[in-house]
C-alpha cells in the first residue's frame, strides 16, 4: 500500500486528525522542515515515520519525505487538515492500478471560507499557464497528488521551495506520464491560515516561485 509525505511546518494542532484518517494500509511520514511546537514528537506518538528536512523549504521538506519512502506508491498532501486522507485511495488508485502516472487531486472547497480568493487566483494563473505551456489538462495545482516512487526520483527535481509541486508537472509531462486530475474536498485548516496560500504575501511568493519553474 502507498507511503504518504506529508511536509510538516508547526502542525501540531491538525496533525492526530489527519494521521487518524488514514485508510488503512496507508503509511505515514511526516517530513518535519523545523517545527517548534512539538510536531515530530505529536506524529511519532500516532505512528507516522518522521524525517528531519532541511533546508528550509517546502520542497525540502516534501522531496526528503519522498527518498525516505519505500512503497512503489507515493502520495503527497498537506498536513494542516485542510485535505482528508480519508480521500486519498481517490489519487493513489488509478495510479496503483496503471491507468494514472500522476493524480492530482482538484480542490473543491467545503466552505466559503476554506480557500481565499488570492489563493484560489494565483492557482488558477499559475494552472492556466501550464496548460498553454506543457498542454498538461489540469485546473489546480493540488498538495493531494500521487505517483510512483521510483519515476517521481528519475524526474530529478531540484526546486526546494514552493516551485516543487509544480517542477514535479511539468518534468512529468516532459517525460510523457499520463496526468490526470479528480476531485477531492478542500476545508478549512487546523489553526490558522496557510503558510503557502493563506496571505496575499505567501500567495504572491508561491506564485514567484512557480514562475520561476515556468521559466526555465
Known amino acids: 500500500m502507498p507511503d504518504v509525505v506529508l511536509p510538516c511546518l508547526d502542525e501540531a494542532a491538525a496533525l492526530p486528525w489527519v494521521l487518524s484518517r488514514l485508510p488503512a494500509g496507508f503509511r505515514a511520514i511526516v517530513a518535519d522542515n523545523g517545527s517548534s511546537d512539538g510536531s515530530p514528537a505529536i506524529a511519532a506518538e500516532h505512528g507516522a515515520t518522521v524525517v528531519h528536512a532541511t533546508p528550509r523549504g517546502f520542497g525540502a521538506a516534501a522531496h526528503a519525505g519522498l527518498e525516505a519512502a519505500t512503497a512503489d506508491v507515493v502520495c503527497f498532501m498537506d498536513a494542516d487538515g485542510s485535505l482528508d486522507p480519508a480521500q486519498l485511495p481517490l489519487v493513489a488508485g488509478p495510479v496503483a492500478a496503471g491507468t494514472q ?15 481565499p480568493a488570492h489563493g484560489r487566483a494565483g492557482n488558477a494563473v499559475v494552472a492556466w499557464r501550464l496548460r498553454r505551456a506543457a498542454g498538461v489538462p489540469v485546473h489546480d495545482l493540488g498538495p493531494m497528488r500521487a505517483a510512483r516512487r521510483e519515476a517521481l ?9 514552493f516551485g516543487y509541486p509544480l517542477e514535479m508537472v511539468v518534468r512529468a509531462a516532459d517525460a510523457g506520464w499520463r496526468i ?19 496571505t496575499v504575501r505567501g500567495t504572491l511568493r508561491t506564485v514567484r516561485d512557480m514562475s520561476k519553474v515556468l521559466a526555465r
Do not use: N
Open 180 to 198: 490526470g486530475e479528480v476531485d477531492v474536498d478542500y476545508a478549512p485548516r487546523a489553526g490558522g491560515r496557510s503558510k503557502v496560500t493563506g
Open 153 to 161: 526520483l528519475a524526474l530529478d527535481l531540484t526546486d526546494r521551495r
Open 101 to 115: 502516472d500522476l493524480l492530482l487531486g482538484r480542490r473543491r472547497p467545503t466552505t466559503r471560507g476554506a480557500w
